[in-house]
């Protein structure tokens, strides 16, 4: 019995403790922020940079923003758009959430955009995801993106590729929503200048086996336009040249990353010069990009080489999150108004360039076009051979003409004659 | 041990089949139904099958929205309740029939497309428009037609080559969904497949959904409990347990697999819709092999000698897949599918027959006289 008591009595006393030592962590206000990104399925690892992308940019201003304590809630989605919604929906209705970050993948920014829509009281800023239809059709108005989308990535690639003569290629690219947008980003002008896209091939992603592709490659073309990622993109590379393809090529913002420059077949010295386009470019001259490169690489000892165009994106979002905060002094009240009007006038020197938004609350920024390039000790990397700053949603096109030519897709843009 | 059982049935079901066997000791799952004067029929009956703890478990689901936050009634309750049902036609087939197949949930994704298809999404160059209630009748009658399909090609093999062999068919029905554009619109699939306004109810809301879903896995569950004391559940069981007496007896073996398999669609289609409804969209991901996979952890989960395991594995998944993030703060939240596969591994290594079994061990280790022994379990 007696020793019940003290059980009891020590419990109470253990709880009180703990209570009191809560309470004192609370003190210091605490703003949870949700922070979703892919920490499962195929984009694991670029999911887990994301994240360190984001964390940077908190650890940058110690933790705080608006004079209180920032608390990430993250989640985690496996790239289905389904399940970022469930993971959006958790922090936002479970875990309260204000201002919820994310996600990383195109569908998946339309899916949260579409929930956004259902919580007007909640702001909700994008990762990395990069579909033009989140911002462009339908937009929802508490859903912010900083960073530019994948058509925005690829416009000057078209000029830049006419200005090395390729005026016929043959596209190949997979056949799903980013790369639709970067091959309308590439077309737009390529197009409009007199370049012709003489066939499109879109191929599943996860193709294994191009050769029905590179038997239909046309003899008379200057140039390929190679719009995939990852694996996609070695496969690719190394039956084009066991089939004897001989053509220079022109990259997708994702095709032309450290995986192609690593490739060791026969055929590695004709990527020298193959031209791409991003919003980002590893070796960037610029002051601002060397201090966001050497922070990275300090905190993050089990990071990459190198920050990955996702812990960019995330760097740049979550950091307009945290500076409109401070902006506001941390003031989310009537249904965060101030709040938003301080996101809206959003604009800073990121590590690659400006950050702005337009009225559909998207970003206009530099896009950075690169040639494959060889270094001293003999490494590849992408040189970056002009910046194009300021590029709009609709790709330097007057509106009216944008919404003439419509979204990016299969069979938009045209120019086969 | 049901043997006993479906002889008894088959002699009042089947008996210009089959010469009546002498009769063995008749094990009555329920008693039969005593016709005392003064009590009608139907509450003899009533009272006869509807337990306290029935009317408990109703109670709780029916005021669950009312104290639940939008959160908990949305996405775990409904949730829980429509993956439940697409299980609970796994635990049909699988529990009462003998046949795991790994294709319910391409089945629930066949309606989901096909109501997107048949009726409004964001797609406007495919989707008919039709009106709700035409596309989802639509919806249900291919998917039962699929699955019947499914089935029919399935039932020639037994055991893991059925999973061999209904695994491929999702895999196949997946890769078809996301390289077709003109019909199934690819990798993108369908967005803003919305759930409809009934006479101002806007089942897009948590708590109408809620009851919605509600509705549906009620019915799912007295239907499945009343059609495995059938005549034809328990042939079925019979079936299962042992084809080839079955056949010797007269019964339809593979006739009686394809019809199990048809009942499971209509399970299943029913939870595909509710799906698409609950995500507002559907895309090859909805029924990736994980999603497949994810309907048999729960089968499993659950436990599959009855079909309330269909319902208690779809809640402790939904809840494991909600707040296992919140379990890690310490430790990384980057590593909480560990605690996910962690807490699958001990509930299937401490007991094969999942939460079920679990819950029957504890009740005969507590009262050793209970009839908690598997026959009965399997008989309700």
């Known amino acids: 019995m007696r020793v019940t008591k003290r059980v009891w009595a020590r419990s109470v006393l253990g709880l009180a403790a703990s209570v009191a030592v809560l309470g004192t962590a609370w003190a210091q206000e605490t703003l949870k922020i949700g922070l979703l990104a892919t920490l499962e399925g195929p984009f694991a690892v670029p999911g887990q940079d994301s994240m360190r992308g984001a964390d940077l940019a908190l650890k ?32 936002v209705e479970q875990d309260k959430v204000p201002i919820m970050i994310g996600p990383l993948s195109g569908d998946e920014g339309i899916a949260v955009k579409n929930y956004a829509k259902t919580q007007p ?112 993109a070695v496969n690719f590379l190394t039956q084009y040249e066991q089939a004897g393809g001989d053509k220079p090529m022109i990259g997708g913002s994702i095709t032309v990353d450290q995986t192609v420059l690593n490739y060791k077949g026969k055929r ?55 500076d409109a905060l401070d902006a506001v002094k941390g003031d989310l009240s009537n249904g965060q108004k101030a709040y938003r009007e301080a996101l809206q006038k959003t604009n800073f020197k990121g590590p690659a360039g400006e950050v702005k938004i337009d009225a559909n609350r998207n970003g206009v920024g530099t896009t950075y076009i690169t040639e494959v390039t060889k270094a001293a000790d003999g490494s590849f990397y992408n040189k970056v051979v002009r910046t194009v700053p300021n590029i709009s949603q609709t790709l330097g096109l007057p509106e009216a003409d944008f919404k003439k030519m419509g979204l990016g897709s299969r069979d938009v843009p045209d120019c086969r004659k | 041990m049901s043997a006993a059982y ?42 006869q099958h509807i337990a306290w703890r029935h009317v408990l478990v109703l109670l709780g689901v029916l005021l669950y929205p009312f104290v639940a936050t939008p959160f908990f009634t949305y996405q775990i309750g409904a949730q829980a309740l429509a993956l439940g049902l697409i299980a609970l036609s796994l635990t049909f087939l699988g529990g009462y029939g003998g046949m795991v197949s790994l294709a319910q949930m391409t089945v629930a994704g066949m309606a989901g497309y096909m109501v997107a298809i048949f009726g409004s999404s964001s797609a406007a160059a495919i989707s008919l428009g039709w009106p709700w209630w035409l596309a989802v009748a639509v919806a249900i009658v291919i998917a039962v037609v699929f699955g019947t399909l499914v089935g029919w090609l399935s039932v020639r093999t037994e055991g893991i080559y059925t ?33 409809p306004s009934v ?10 959904f809620y009851f919605l879903t509600l509705g549906c896995a009620l019915a799912g569950y007295a239907f499945v409990k009343l059609l495995v004391r059938a005549p034809f559940g328990a042939a079925l069981q019979g079936i299962r347990d042992n084809p080839r007496r079955m056949r ?25 819709v509710l799906m698409v409804w609950y995500n507002a969209r559907i895309s090859p991901g909805t029924m990736n092999t994980a999603a497949m996979i994810n309907i048999l952890i729960i089968a499993v989960l659950g436990g599959m000698r009855h079909p309330i395991g269909a319902f208690i594995g779809a809640i402790v998944f939904v809840l494991v897949q909600n707040f296992a993030i919140d379990l890690l703060g310490a430790v990384g939240r980057e590593r909480f599918n560990l605690v996910i596969g962690g807490v699958f591994l001990a509930i299937v290594l401490f007991s094969p027959d999942g939460l079920l079994g679990l819950w029957a061990k504890l009740r005969s280790r507590l009262d050793p006289q209970s009839p908690t022994s598997n026959q009965r379990r399997r008989l309700q």
């Not at chain 1, 830049?160 to 003569?165: D, P, T, V």
């Not at chain 1, 970067?182 to 012709?196: D, E, L, R, T």
């Not at chain 2, 010797?248 to 939870?271: C, E, I, K, N, Q």
Request: glycine share 10%; net charge positive.
């Open chain 1, 121 to 232: 009281n909640i702001t909700f800023i994008n990762g990395s995801s990069g579909a033009q239809a989140t911002t462009l059709s339908d937009p929802s108005p508490n859903f912010y993106r900083f960073n530019t989308e994948g058509a925005q990535w690829m416009v000057g690639l078209g000029e830049h590729a006419l200005s090395k003569g390729y005026k016929k290629t043959f596209l190949i690219a997979e056949d799903y929503g980013f790369p639709y947008s970067q091959v309308q980003g590439f077309m737009a002008s390529y197009c409009a200048k007199g370049g012709k896209v003489v066939d499109k091939a879109w191929v599943p992603l996860g193709t294994k086996d191009y050769a029905s592709v590179i038997a239909k490659i046309p003899k008379d073309i200057d140039a390929l336009v190679v719009v995939l990622g990852g694996s996609d």
């Open chain 1, 268 to 322: 590695r010295e004709s990527l020298l010069g193959t031209a791409s386009a991003g919003p980002m470019a590893d070796s960037i001259d610029s002051p601002e990009w060397k201090a966001f490169v050497a922070d990275y690489k300090a905190t993050f000892k089990d990071g990459f080489p190198s920050p990955s165009l996702f812990a960019y994106l995330y760097y740049i979002n979550t950091k307009a999150t945290l």
């Open chain 2, 248 to 272: 010797a007896l007269g019964f339809d073996v593979t006739a009686h697999r394809v019809a199990a398999y048809a009942v499971a669609a209509l399970l299943a289609a029913v939870g595909g």
């Open chain 2, 199 to 208: 006479l101002e109810l806007d089942f897009r809301e948590p708590v109408p």
């Open chain 2, 6 to 47: 479906w002889r008894r049935a088959m002699n009042t079901a089947a008996a210009s089949a089959v010469r009546p066997l002498p009769t063995a000791p008749v094990a009555t799952a329920g008693a039969p139904i005593d016709g005392s004067a003064g009590t009608p029929r139907w509450l003899a009956w009533l009272m």
């Open chain 1, 60 to 91: 940058q201003k110690n933790g705080m923003a608006g004079g209180k304590k920032i608390e990430f809630v993250k989640v985690s989605s496996d790239a289905t758009p389904d399940k970022a919604v469930a993971a959006t929906r958790k922090a």
């Open chain 2, 163 to 195: 999973i061999m062999i209904t695994l491929a068919i999702g895999v196949a029905f997946f890769y078809l969904a996301q390289q077709n554009y003109t019909l199934f619109n690819g990798f993108q699939g369908f967005n803003k497949v919305f759930a």
